[in-house]
């Protein structure tokens, strides 16, 4: 007992249960959450316990025999004057779930269209903010999540003009060679919607990021648009002990995820801050492996510098 | 819990103690012919896994196999006899250790230390191997791991120690650079690639092709996985050699040891007899020479800014448009120099067709139109593929046919190419 009471009490209020939620509505995701392990533990915790106690009750002898009044009885006598009759438990056993399904039906309807439907997104948000999303485009495939940015011009562009037409275009009709590709490294900016465009190159794989709090599967032929907004960022521009920015060999600055590693190691100086996406779609022998980072810059500014970084090395013209 | 673990298969992520590497049982195919097919092989069918597979009339190298004279361009290694089977794996082994004890023997400590081939890291890349890499390309990296006959493009055979995509110079480029400082005179033969090529391979991956990215691997442990390659590419190269050496008419397809005996055997052969460098040595040599600075491909300088650049003034637009318009010219040979482009590229690749390559598999040439290339979409790597060829591939290098400025105007073309607001944007106005 206590053991269940531990799992399903305190464990949520420790944190335990869930990893460190990172988007603006996962707290909506996981009262959810919590509301039905409320629900269903409490009735777990309910029916085993009887399970328990009326095995032991009963176990060996005659049925019928030992109905002397006892601690047990006592609790439930009052019960079982009101539901005397089978019509009365089956009424009760329908009405209450109804009532709970019922709850939990409603209660979801507003988080559910908040997180998938992206024309909710712009209109009530987008609309009324004048904020220009992050568009990124996400194709999956086996095994590797391939991600594909505007240039740092487009993205000027879209400053000045962030209708949704334009913004979307780049990703429908591809006219210039202007646009990163860069494998499993989703970069997005902190306090920033961002929109990922999903598709597939092959099978149903499924994008998955529990720190988020996103879950959706990509589908052949289908662009799927999913959003989310980090509120938390968890990448820094690398330093060395003196303070000074470095350079990896090619002669680029670093950006790194679990806010800082060491530099010796390689190892998260926070290893909470580091934040996968997983396949969460079956999707071939390579599955468990197909697993992408998502670095969340701190400001706009973090995260241009980055893209132009990242824009130099897909433009190389000489050795590095 | 330990007991839970070791019946869940738990136990260690290496190769067993007792698993050797296999001799090999595909044809060696030493030269498939250029005829060209529409199609390409059905899946199931390559690569090769033994001369049986020939023999199935759906089979691509069913006609090659048929054909009488084919006898003399490929060696079927089940012929040989059981004892030289036996002296080439325990020479092989001797030299190569076990897929759980790799090592590479009798080579010098500064190659050792150069291509990283100590026993400790190539433990570490065995295993790696076994967890990343082996189900498509294989035990003895021969490309012919599970999956590989489902998967097209398949997967790279290394056991040839050629490499398609690299930064090394194939073309000994001394018409249009000054000549290399320390380099020794040119060969014909291809150079394998570079550690940092073959380490962009893996963080990269190769666009259309099964190979996928594999940048959420630790650095260290792709340098230990780099290494293991270039282990299981060098004992390829050396079994290849030493059973073409068994050979010596092919047509006949006849084993004989008798070329070993002047060379002290087949150990002497492979190990190098009083001082002088036996197979082994040659390999290793040749890997270690691409690794010098002077193979690396050098670069003419690039003169231009790109179009997408905001900084751009309508004088480099311009100068980017002549460029995109000489490339447009050589490629299509209609101008004073060609680069012959279209002798494989049909229609810019629209209508290109296949045809069989070094390893035996099929290869289309690359359909431009698409802006898929699978060696890095980065105009450098561009400039490395038309620059040096690819190897194995039948794609040709023009280095030293085509001026540095040259090979840089084919490259805007062929960046420009997928693109049609970038073509029409790019066209030099109306005379």
């Known amino acids: ?320 | 819990l330990p007991l839970f673990a070791a019946l869940a298969g738990c136990g260690g992520d290496g190769y067993a103690e007792s698993l050797t590497y296999p001799l090999r049982t595909d044809p060696l195919i030493l030269d498939a012919g250029g005829k060209e097919y529409q199609e390409p092989d059905r899946p199931g069918q390559l690569p090769l896994l033994n001369v049986k597979d020939m023999e199935d009339p759906r089979n691509p190298f069913f006609d090659f196999f048929k054909d009488p004279d084919s006898k003399s361009k490929y060696i079927d290694p089940a012929r040989m006899p059981a004892e030289a089977q036996q002296e080439l794996r325990e020479a092989l082994e001797d030299l190569f250790g076990t897929p759980a004890h790799p090592k590479v023997d009798g080579i010098s400590a500064d190659s050792r230390e150069i291509l990283q081939l100590q026993q400790q890291t190539l433990e570490e890349g065995s295993r790696l191997y076994r967890l990343h890499c082996v189900q498509c390309h294989g035990l003895t990296g021969d490309g012919r791991g599970p999956t590989a006959k489902w998967v097209n493009p398949h997967p790279r055979d290394y056991r040839k120690g050629l490499f398609k995509f690299q930064s090394v110079d194939q073309a000994d480029d001394d018409k249009f650079f000054p000549p290399r400082k320390g380099a020794p005179p040119s060969d014909d033969k291809f150079r394998p690639p570079r550690r940092d090529d073959l380490i962009r391979t893996l963080q990269e991956g190769v666009e259309g092709t099964a190979m996928q990215s594999y940048n959420m691997v630790p650095e260290g442990d792709l340098n230990a996985i780099v290494s293991y390659v270039i282990h299981l590419s060098i004992r390829g190269q050396v079994e290849e050699e030493t059973i073409k050496a068994m050979v010596p008419d092919p047509a006949k397809g006849e084993f004989s040891l008798d070329g070993f005996k002047s060379r002290g055997g087949m150990m002497g052969y492979l190990r190098g007899k009083r001082g002088a460098g036996g197979k082994v040595r040659e390999v290793v040599d040749s890997w270690r020479d691409a690794q010098e600075d002077y193979r690396k491909i050098r670069v003419g300088p690039y003169k231009f800014k790109d179009p997408t650049d905001p900084s751009a003034t309508k004088e480099d637009l311009k100068a980017f448009q002549e460029s995109v318009q000489n490339g447009y010219d050589i490629f299509l040979g209609r101008g004073p120099v060609s680069g012959g482009c279209t002798q494989c590229h049909y229609d810019y690749g629209r209508k290109a067709l296949f045809k069989f390559d070094s390893w035996g598999t099929m290869v289309r040439p690359r359909e431009l139109p698409r802006g898929h290339f699978r060696g890095g979409r980065r105009p450098v790597d561009i400039y490395y593929r038309i620059q040096s060829g690819i190897n194995g591939s039948g794609m040709l290098k023009q280095g030293g046919l085509l001026s540095p400025d040259q090979i840089w105007d084919v490259v805007n073309f062929v960046r420009a190419l997928p693109y049609p607001a970038m073509r029409q944007h790019l066209q030099p106005p109306a005379e």
């Open chain 1, 1 to 320: 007992m206590a053991g269940c009471a531990a799992m399903f009490v305190v464990a949520p209020m420790a944190g335990v249960w869930l990893p460190m939620a990172v988007s603006s509505h996962a707290w909506d995701i996981d009262f959810l959450f919590y509301v039905i392990l409320g629900v269903t533990g409490f009735f777990f915790i309910l029916t085993e316990a009887l399970l328990v106690a009326f095995m032991y009750r009963y176990t060996g002898g005659d049925a019928g025999v030992g109905w002397a009044p006892s601690v047990l009885w006592s609790i439930f006598k009052p019960l079982a004057n009101v539901f005397n009759s089978a019509h009365k438990v089956e009424m009760a056993w329908t009405v209450v779930p109804s009532l709970i399904l019922l709850y939990v039906a409603f209660a979801q309807v507003d988080t559910w269209q908040d997180v998938k439907y992206k024309s909710r997104l712009d209109q009530d948000v987008l609309a009324k903010t004048k904020e220009m999303p992050l568009q990124i485009e996400v194709s999956a495939r086996q095994f590797e999540w391939r991600m594909r940015y505007p240039s740092v011009a487009t993205w000027k562009e879209w400053k000045k003009d962030p209708s949704r037409e334009k913004s979307t275009r780049w990703i429908k009709n591809r006219q210039f060679d202007d646009v990163l590709d860069i494998p499993n490294e989703l970069h997005v900016i902190k306090n920033r919607h961002v929109v990922v465009q999903l598709s597939t190159k092959d099978v149903i794989h499924s994008f998955n990021s529990a720190h988020m709090r996103i879950k959706q599967d990509a589908l052949p032929g289908k662009i799927i648009p999913v959003w989310f907004k980090p509120i938390e960022s968890n990448v820094i521009k690398a330093k060395d002990k003196d303070g000074n920015f470095i350079k990896d060999k090619d002669g680029y600055y670093i950006w790194q995820d679990g806010r800082g590693r060491d530099l010796e190691t390689g190892q998260p100086l926070h290893p909470e801050y580091v934040w996968d996406i997983a396949c969460a779609e079956l999707c071939g022998w390579g599955h468990y492996r197909m697993v992408g980072k998502i670095f969340v810059h701190p400001d706009e500014e973090d995260f241009l510098a980055w893209l132009e970084t990242a824009a130099a090395r897909e433009r190389a013209v000489g050795h590095q």
